[in-house]
Structure formats: structure tokens, C-alpha cells
């Protein structure tokens, strides 16, 4: 039974920063790339950032570029997402999402995933 379970969420000053994880289980995370999507409110999902499964080659959305870094530590089954200068228009539920087949490659941002996370719930307020 695959498990995403997200944590480091809360409340940030505009220009602070977070560190996000995603602790995985029921699958064989090495194989994946994984990605990191967000919803604000009253908006859709939004693709943000992915890394192939070896972790040495990152994508993201220009709305995060130069400000976000995702990361992955495949001994640990974790998937983390560093956020820093951090502004009001971040605030979201951030959710690592899993594609479904080992086949897929990083870089397409195709957002077809099989698994999405609860979430957690990232608030950039002054």
C-alpha cells in the first residue's frame, strides 16, 4: 500500500523559509521520480518541481525557480522540498505526488501521477 505523508508545513513570514518532507512506504521510491505539487485556495493544482529517481536532476516551475530546491534521500525513502524567500503567493497545501510507472522520465512534467499526498499546509503571512 503505497504512503505519502507530508510534514514542516506552518506559518512564515513573507522572505522566511521551510524545509518540507515526504515520507514514503509501499513502493520502491529509488525506482520514481517524484514530484511536489501545491493548491491554493479557490485555484487548481499546481505543478512545482520534480527529480529523477537518482536525484541528480531537478525541474521546476518558474513560479518557484532560483527560490525552491527539491531533494531526495533514497536510503531513507524521503522526499524533501526546501523553500526559501518565501511570499504570500506561496501560501498553499503542498503534496509530493508519485508517477505511476519507473518508465517515466523526469523533466516531461506531465503531473499524471498515481499518488498524491494529504498535504501540508504551507501559510506565508506578516
Not at 506531465?110 to 494529504?118: L, M, N, P
Amino acid at each position: 500500500q503505497v504512503q505519502l505523508v507530508e510534514s514542516g508545513g506552518g506559518l512564515v513570514q513573507p522572505g522566511g523559509s521551510l524545509r518540507l518532507s515526504c515520507a514514503t512506504s509501499g513502493f520502491t521510491f529509488k525506482s520514481y521520480v517524484m514530484a511536489w505539487v501545491r493548491q491554493a485556495p479557490g485555484k487548481g493544482r499546481e505543478w512545482i518541481a520534480e527529480i529523477n529517481s537518482g536525484g541528480g536532476s531537478e525541474y521546476y516551475a518558474d513560479s518557484v525557480d532560483g527560490r525552491f530546491k527539491i531533494s531526495r534521500d533514497n536510503a531513507k525513502n524521503i522526499l524533501y522540498l526546501e523553500m526559501s524567500r518565501l511570499k504570500p503567493e506561496d501560501t498553499a497545501v503542498y503534496s509530493c505526488a508519485k508517477y505511476p510507472r519507473t518508465t517515466v522520465v523526469a523533466g516531461t512534467r506531465s503531473a499524471e501521477f498515481d499518488y498524491v499526498g494529504q498535504g501540508t499546509q504551507v501559510t506565508v503571512s506578516a
